[in-house]
T-cell receptor, first 110, second 120 residues
Framework: GQQVMQIPQYQHVQEGEDFTTYCNSSTTLSNIQWYKQRPGGHPVFLIQ?????EVKKQKRLTFQFGEAKKNSSLHITATQTTDVGTYFC??????????FGTGTRLLVSP | GAVVSQHPSRVICKSGTSVKIECRSLDFQATTMFWYRQFPKQSLMLMATSNEGSKATYEQGVEKDKFLINHASLTLSTLTVTSAHPEDSSFYICRGRETGTGDPSNQPQHFGDGTRLSIL
């Protein structure tokens, strides 16, 4: 079945450093979504990318969707302690089944 | 924006108890409800997909008789964990898909806030 892998599994950065997580799907996606989950909380929707090669920005966060629509990335510029959490990508096929990636846990030290 | 209300948010109960989790779509009609489970420090895994008025479709490895899903109306779907045991302790979360026209890839995604289930 469809698999969505993320790397790295875990990253520890100093506040102010940049951070990137990569998401790779075994199948071509119709769209990809990104979520942030704080410890003990539920996933919070960040963004959805639909078009091949699409790039979207939200303040310090930059999201990309690959040309082949099988991979995506999330880049955070100048991390802050509030960025701590686990970031999940989630890919959807035409049947709207959303398959979550394995997640990248980000820890930011002040 | 559209909201999915999920209750309860937290349940602690004894082994052997059956637990019902409800997800209600408050201002939209959820023709499809997806149910996910998340074990600690793991990703969300899709358990089943339910369409209003029909039987749920379960993912491989998910026991149909253990996790009963009912989607009797366009605004309510329930997941019942029958005879729960400690290994069923997990975070359960629903996601409602809104009825709509147009490109399905642009349909809004509406998650409940999740239910943290602890079986003693």
């Amino acid at each position: 079945g469809q698999q969505v892998m993320q790397i790295p599994q875990y990253q520890h950065v100093q506040e102010g450093e940049d951070f990137t997580t990569y998401c790779n799907s075994s199948t071509t996606l119709s769209n990809i979504q990104w979520y942030k989950q704080r410890p003990g909380g539920h996933p919070v929707f960040l963004i959805q990318l639909v078009k091949s090669g699409e790039v979207k920005k939200q303040k310090r966060l930059t999201f990309q969707f690959g040309e082949a629509k099988k991979n995506s990335s999330l880049h955070i510029t100048a991390t802050q302690t509030t960025d701590v959490g686990t970031y999940f990508c989630a890919g959807s096929t035409g049947f709207q089944k959303l398959v979550f990636g394995t997640g990248t846990r980000l820890l930011v030290s002040p | 924006g559209a909201v999915v209300s999920q209750h309860p948010s937290r349940v602690i109960c004894k082994s052997g108890t059956s637990v019902k989790i409800e997800c209600r779509s408050l201002d939209f009609q959820a023709t499809t409800m997806f149910w996910y489970r998340q074990f600690p420090k793991q990703s969300l895994m899709l358990m089943a997909t339910s369409n209003e008025g029909s039987k749920a479709t379960y993912e491989q490895g998910v026991e149909k008789d253990k996790f009963l899903i009912n989607h009797a109306s366009l605004t309510l779907s329930t997941l019942t964990v029958t005879s729960a045991h400690p290994e069923d302790s997990s975070f359960y979360i629903c996601r409602g898909r809104e009825t709509g026209t147009g490109d399905p890839s642009n349909q809004p995604q509406h998650f409940g806030d999740g239910t943290r289930l602890s079986i003693l």
